[in-house]
């Protein structure tokens, strides 16, 4: 089929290359002209594990290119994506400007029937309100179908999720672009897709996030009661877990939630519930538990030290989760705004995020590696559980440091064994 996808930003590209997997002829478009010329000279302007070479595999079978000109998008498409940022406002309402403008731009060079998918992450109406301003710029009177297909794609595992989906959501008000639709989506053989209105398609989205943002919250909250009660956080999970109507799934205790899903879409959706008419009080609990977990945390490396001005204290991990560079709300970016501002000297370390982080704290010292950021600490805080830090060698961890002094926020390490190995050690939930 011919795809066309507006935004080549992280939901665009990994959607491009994984429609280009599946055999379809893709465009992708994106009006910031100089990330088009990286595309084209093949280079990629996000980190994605897989999706480099995905990319290039793709461009050499001829399956997918680039543009600059959402009519070239257009006129490709038997159905064209809409994969533009939706940026919080101040109030947690979404900016909707990328979006309209580039239904504007649809209508405009529109002179064929075309099926118009929303995958950006929307509040629930925006179909109709799509479909009111393509017919509005359309003077042509072009005949065309909105389409919610929400994306599921978590930073670090996308390729995987778009490719072996546990679900595929397809929201129409009408029944002529589901069978293209079904098409679309038929080499992944996916034994779950959801057709239904488009307004619940656009609520499932929101509403999922929220729950697993909710689930973090409530276990970083029975982390709490653990360790007043002496117990450990670990072992109330799994047994949580087991039981299917539950999971185990996103009950780890920690840091809290960041990214830019979470923070984003939990705030939207409240939003939402409000212009509803419905006080979602629930949620915005959720949110005051995610900032108070992280002041917990802070208060353990407070009270350690009394007071931090002076203390070299290095950090492990700055993105908001492993396997993405992606610092949007990440805890480690909190942290070290709170350290810098109480006059700790700070020393910091990631596999992939350290650029990122130097746009926002170009005052802290960033390691070559993790010992070498540790040299000299009086204390490592472990704020984002790459599988480097989880196989570090604690001896040579040790004698890099002034003081052995530990703070797991992720609870990555075993207790015994890393207190056998010389170090306090101070976690989360366990005791």
């Known amino acids: 089929m011919k795809v066309s996808i507006v935004g080549s930003g992280y939901v665009g590209l990994v959607s491009g290359a994984c429609f280009a997997e599946m055999g379809h002829d893709v465009v992708c478009v994106d009006n910031d002209k100089s990330k088009i010329a990286v595309l084209r000279s093949g280079g990629i302007p996000i980190y994605e594990p897989g999706l480099d070479p995905l990319l290039k595999k793709q461009i050499a079978a001829g399956r997918i290119r680039f543009t600059h000109a959402t009519e070239e998008g257009v006129d490709h498409a038997e159905v064209i994506f809409i994969a533009v940022p ?34 950006s992450t929307v509040p629930v109406k925006t179909g109709e309100k799509v479909a009111e301003t393509i017919k509005r710029y359309n003077p042509s009177g072009v005949d065309f179908d909105v389409v919610s297909n929400p994306e599921f794609l978590r930073e670090g595992s996308a390729i995987k999720d ?69 117990a450990n956080v670990n072992e109330v999970a799994n047994g949580m877990g087991f039981d299917h109507r539950i999971g185990r799934a996103f009950l780890s205790a920690g840091l809290g939630y960041g990214g830019s899903c979470f ?148 609870n990555l390490f075993d207790p015994e064994k890393i207190r056998a190995a010389g170090f306090t050690y101070f976690s989360m939930g366990r005791g």
């Open 86 to 119: 939706t940026p919080p406002r101040e109030d947690g309402s979404v900016d909707m400007t990328y979006i309209e403008s580039v239904a504007r731009a649809i209508g405009s060079a529109m002179k064929k029937y075309l099926i118009v998918v929303d995958k």
């Open 263 to 410: 923070p984003k879409d939990l705030a939207a959706f409240i939003k939402i519930s409000e212009e509803a008419g419905v006080d979602f009080r629930l949620l915005r609990e959720v949110q005051s538990i995610n900032q108070n977990t992280l002041d917990h945390f802070l208060k353990k490396v407070r009270d350690h030290f009394w007071v931090l001005k002076d203390k070299v204290i290095a950090l492990w991990g700055l993105s908001f989760k492993p396997n993405t560079d992606d610092v949007r709300h990440a805890a480690a970016l909190e942290i070290i705004r709170v350290l810098l501002k109480e006059g700790a000297k700070v020393r910091a370390y990631d596999p992939v995020a350290m650029e990122k982080a130097k746009a926002v704290f170009g005052q802290v010292d960033y390691g070559k590696d993790p010992y070498e950021t540790a040299r000299g600490a009086e204390a490592l805080l472990l704020v984002t559980e790459w599988d480097e830090f989880r196989n570090a060698d604690l001896e040579k961890l040790k004698l890099c440091m002034a003081r052995p002094v530990l703070f797991d926020g992720r």
């Open 162 to 230: 778009l490719l072996e989906p546990d679900r595929i959501v397809i929201g129409v008000n009408s029944p002529r672009p589901v069978e293209k639709m079904k098409e679309l989506y038929a080499p992944l053989r996916c034994k779950n897709v959801v057709v239904t209105d488009i307004n619940s398609a656009e609520l499932i989205k929101h509403a999922s996030n929220s729950f697993l943002a909710l689930k973090i919250s409530y276990i970083n909250e029975v982390a709490r009661i653990c360790e007043a009660a002496g």
